[in-house]
């Protein structure tokens, strides 16, 4: 029942915080506030087809949609990816990075991350659980995009001006060390929920970043 009351009030809080900082980010006339908003925009479609059926399915015990919870955990996950992508490409433009082999690097990883979301291995349309073994291997290509992505901020931190791009690998780390902890534990374990929960106030905390971009 605990479990259920802290799903319930704390996702629509963390919804509202996505959709709400996103916007804000989006209008204040800054390129680099701009493409972190719409980062963020895609980021909280992703999590909303996701959580919003979550939410209703703890409320209501009629609501039975396997449907609607499996094909929003697949979208989240791609909106993931491409959040992360936009991140790297804030990075690049900031620091006027060479699209070069880091570029394919990130691509990559990218890339193979998404096709392992669309594999029918996954069945979706079912939400199906996916065992331990499977589910490491299916996040292990953003696990490895998360660790590039911590390398190209770390390696471009300037520590004689402030600015906050020096402190997102902190938000990208934690985001990805929760979230794949969570991974490893399943959902029948009592830390996953506080790990999921980590996992969003991570992404949240790179959103307050950008409001401090020059």
């Known amino acids: 029942m605990m479990k259920k009351i802290i799903e319930v009030c704390a996702y629509p809080l963390i919804l509202a915080a996505f959709i709400v900082i996103s916007i804000f980010l989006c209008c ?35 609501f039975e949609s396997q449907f609607a ?3 929003g955990k697949a979208v989240c996950s791609v ?35 998404v096709i392992m979301i669309v594999l029918p291995r996954n069945q979706w349309s079912e939400n199906k659980e996916h065992g331990l073994i499977w589910s490491l291997i299916l996040n292990t290509p ?13 390696v471009n931190i300037n520590y004689a001006i402030w600015n906050p791009l020096n402190f997102f690998w902190i938000g990208i780390l934690f985001f990805h060390l929760s979230y794949f902890l969570s991974v490893a534990l399943q959902k029948n374990n009592s830390n996953w929920e506080l790990l ?19």
Do not use: W
């Open 69 to 71: 919870l499996g094909i």
């Open 196 to 214: 999921n929960i980590l996992s969003y106030l991570a992404l949240i905390s790179i959103l307050i970043l950008g409001f401090y971009m020059i």
């Open 142 to 154: 953003m696990l490895f995009l998360g660790i590039v992505m911590i390398i190209i901020y770390s």
């Open 28 to 62: 204040q006339g800054n390129p680099y506030k701009l493409a972190l908003g719409i980062a963020g925009i895609i980021l909280a479609f992703g999590e909303c087809l996701y959580l919003i059926p979550k939410i209703i399915a703890d409320i209501s015990l009629a």
């Open 79 to 113: 909106t993931r990816v491409l959040f992360m992508l936009i991140l790297y490409h804030i990075c690049a433009i900031f620091y006027n990075m060479p699209y070069n082999f880091v570029t394919g690097i990130v691509y990559f990883f990218a890339t193979v991350a």
